[in-house]
């Protein structure tokens, strides 16, 4: 993915100089226009991919500080994950796959922004660590940490954005989709409610604390990983988002 070539700041670090050259990008301002989930939401206080972008930046942030890793370097990553995310959400990724490439992904293009695009071409110079974070993000449907080593982030603050991605979008997505009327309160799985929290304020703060109270160092590495309980609640919750909301066809409605 390329070396970084280029004088250093006096004041800030690398990963701060990242952070900054992607906070300053057209394509970090473009966020603004798209749609998280809701393909045209009616609604000002429905989240957009900027909005996502922002929470996942502070819930990794928290989690790195709180496990003395790099807070700038995670920071950077979670700033950067979303910026080749499509219009329209998924649906507009699935649209691409079907009439440019089946290959195609957000990650990759969010890599083809900051390395091609970006600066009339020039890219934005990125790091090693955060191009890999940035590359290595999403996760669809599959597992938030990975079995296959290639398809996990190089660095303990790229696996922790992946995580902290999971976290944000199915706290604000879940309450997206009631405040939209797409779900009532009451049809919420109970018992992932009873783990998680009533609130989206409960909710993430029950993930955060518990990711950080159960990860461990194991043989010399750092293994993050929620306790069973809070594992098992969030895939429930992930399983009923899936079938009650992102496959639902009213997400083709304006709300």
């Known amino acids: 993915m390329g070396t970084r070539i280029s004088a250093p700041c006096p004041v800030r670090t690398v990963f701060q100089v990242d952070r900054d050259r992607i906070v300053y990008s057209n394509a970090f301002r473009r966020l603004k226009h798209k749609t998280q989930v809701f393909l045209s939401p009616l609604i000002d206080e429905t989240r957009t991919r900027l909005t996502h972008t922002l929470e996942v930046s502070q819930m990794a942030r928290a989690i790195a500080r709180a496990l003395r890793l790099n807070e700038d370097l995670t920071e950077a990553i979670a700033l950067g994950h979303d910026l080749g995310h499509t219009p329209f959400g998924h649906s507009g990724e699935a649209v691409l796959k079907e009439i440019y490439s089946a290959d195609f992904t957000h ?102 604390r518990d990711l950080i109270a159960s990860s461990r160092v194991v043989d010399g590495k750092l293994v993050l990983s929620p306790s069973p309980e809070v594992r098992e609640a969030m895939a429930e919750l992930r399983r009923f988002l899936f079938e009650r909301v992102y496959r639902s066809p009213r997400l083709e409605r304006d709300f």
């Open 107 to 208: 990650s990759e293009q969010s890599l083809r922004v900051v390395t091609r695009l970006e600066n009339r071409g020039r890219g934005l110079n990125l790091t090693h660590e955060v191009l890999d974070g940035i590359l290595k993000h999403s996760k669809g449907y599959g597992r938030v940490l990975p079995d296959d080593p290639a398809e996990l982030a190089s660095t303990y603050e790229g696996r922790i954005v992946r995580i902290a991605d999971f976290m944000a979008y199915l706290n604000h997505d879940l309450e997206d989709a009631i405040r939209s009327g797409i779900i009532r309160a009451a049809e919420v799985p109970r018992g992932c409610l009873r783990v998680l929290g009533e609130t989206h304020s409960e909710r993430a703060t029950t993930m955060i």
